[in-house]
């Protein structure tokens, strides 16, 4: 199939170095790279893992707010002393 296509200054900047390091011809070197990009984009993506926040029990996680001390013990550990 014959057709005309434009391409932004940086693809075809792309493909004419790709097409010349390797010594293919555009034609080729642009049905390869469509080919390539076709493969890749009908490939199916894995699902990310969907994030999940397990709760957990507050009670342990309360620090006494009427004993300082108590309070300190909590959040640093025991004062070694």
């Known amino acids: 199939m014959r057709t ?3 391409l932004d200054d940086d ?3 792309a493909i ?8 293919h011809s555009l034609k080729q070197e642009v049905n ?5 990009g076709l493969t890749h984009v009908e490939q199916e ?14 009670g ?4 006494p707010i009427d004993d300082v001390s108590a309070a300190l ?7 070694r002393g």
């Open 4 to 6: 005309t296509l434009t």
């Open 11 to 13: 693809v075809a900047v």
């Open 16 to 23: 004419e170095r790709r097409r010349q390091k390797l010594h």
């Open 32 to 36: 390869d790279l469509i080919r390539a």
């Open 45 to 58: 993506q894995p699902e990310a893992p969907r994030f999940r926040i397990k709760p957990l029990p507050v």
């Open 60 to 63: 342990e996680l309360l620090i």
């Open 73 to 79: 013990d909590v959040a640093e550990g025991p004062c």
